[in-house]
């Protein structure tokens, strides 16, 4: 059998978390569960396999109905997601938005614990295109449509890259782009104030590494640290991190 999608989901785990007790993995680790590979294990196997991890969370990157379908009954969280090519239409579209809605997250909750929702995959990741500025309308839309069919408990938003920052290190210099600070990042931000959700980064701190390795600490990057602090006197905030691996 080749490494699969959920092979090498399991080696990153082992050696990023090497450093953590059982207890604390379970408390703060949730499971990006990929289908991109050959030979992976049918979704009912691969959801044991999770629990077996004790994670609390799992994100997928669609809505497979036989995932979910597995995933009933469990203590998992989940994430699902609306695939990047639907994001266009339903930002002008609220039927269609309903429709998804009613056909992918409907029959599954609450038995299936939908935890949230997300719209689209890293999107402002992609070269300047219109899906940018059709990401918050669509994301509205898919919000009005679960306030609508009854599912207010699920938090809305969508996984952005990193790279939506122009200044990263210190935490305190951080900036958004340029090309998206006005016209996308503002207004989505306005829409998970006011509906109280999150704000979702994917962070590869891997890649930071190797772009400043001279003032990123190796084993920080690889979540193995021991006592090694990053000090910033710019400003203090708190905030909560789900490490997802």
Not at 173 to 195: A, C, Q, W
Request: with cysteine; net charge positive.
């Amino acid at each position: 059998m080749k490494m699969g999608c959920l092979s090498t989901l399991l080696l990153l785990f082992s050696l990023a978390f090497a450093s953590f007790s059982s207890a604390e993995i379970s408390s703060q680790v949730g499971i990006c569960y990929g289908q991109l590979g050959n030979n992976l294990p049918i979704p009912k196997n691969s959801v044991d396999l999770i629990k077996g991890l004790k994670a609390k969370r799992v994100k997928i990157y669609d809505t497979n109905p036989q995932i979910l379908e597995a995933l009933k009954g469990t203590n998992l969280q989940v994430s699902v997601m609306v695939p990047n090519e639907l994001i266009n239409n339903i930002s002008t579209n609220q039927t269609l938005a309903d429709q998804w809605v009613k056909n992918n997250a409907v029959p599954f909750y609450p038995h299936t614990m939908i935890r949230y929702l997300l719209v689209g995959n890293e999107i402002l990741s992609s070269p300047p295109n219109l899906t940018w500025f059709n990401l918050v309308p669509a994301i509205r839309k898919i919000r009005f449509s679960v306030k609508k069919f009854g599912l207010g408990k699920i938090k809305v938003g969508t996984p952005l890259a990193i790279d939506m920052l122009e200044s990263s290190f210190p935490p305190s210099n951080g900036t958004f782009r340029s090309d998206i600070s006005e016209k996308v990042m503002i207004p989505l931000l306005h829409f998970l104030n006011r509906t109280k959700s999150f704000l979702f980064i994917d962070v590869y701190p891997y890649f930071a590494w190797a772009a400043q390795p001279t003032v990123i600490n190796l084993d920080y990057a690889l979540l193995d640290s021991k006592n090694i602090t990053v000090s910033d006197p710019g400003r203090v905030c708190f905030i909560r991190i789900y490490w997802i691996k």
